[in-house]
């Protein structure tokens, strides 16, 4: 934990895909206190794993990221995020297809709901995207947290298959991009 309270510091909430590659990722990140994998902006109360990878309760794999904005702009986080994935293919991402792993953006104020969209449109004004961005902006419901052994899964199964030939090279590509945005303990 920062040595800032509780009470200074913000959440943000993301899906891009599979949330065990945007997790060890934003957990890097200089001013981010905790990221936590899970699911949100569906039907179903407290959904498991195998549920929302049937499609059916419309949730979203996320990561919901514990944040100081003294140390890191919301802005930046969101910026961030649409460099992780692409944000122009409607639920999918990579081999990954389903809505559960859609672009969205769900916001905790209407202050985020607005910088997003100027994110948004500031990629769409520069052509930063060959294809229009599909990403959704919604206010987020609740977020439940995913299973124990979905936290921090990169970190505890690095020799996995998936991990080694999804997550490390992405994460070895973003340590390189936004290296001066890193903690100074990260590798």
Known sequence: MTSKSAASLEKATFAGGCFWCLEPLFAELE???????????GQVQDPTYQQVCSGRTGHAEAIQVTFDPGRIAYR???????????????????ADVG????????THSPDQAA????????????HVWSGPVVTQIEPVRTFFPAE????????????????????????????????????STTP
């Open 31 to 41: 001013g981010v206190d905790d990221v936590v994998v899970g699911y949100t902006g």
């Open 76 to 94: 930046d986080l969101v910026q961030v995020f649409f460099s992780l994935h692409d944000p122009t293919t409607r639920d999918r991402q990579g």
């Open 99 to 106: 809505s559960q792993y859609r672009s969205a953006v769900f």
């Open 115 to 126: 910088i997003a969209q100027e994110v948004v449109q500031a990629m769409t004004d520069q």
């Open 148 to 183: 124990e052994y979905h936290q921090e899964y990169y970190e505890k199964n690095p020799g996995a298959g998936y991990c080694q030939v999804v997550v490390a090279p992405k994460l070895s590509k973003f340590r390189q991009h936004f290296a001066a945005k890193l903690k």
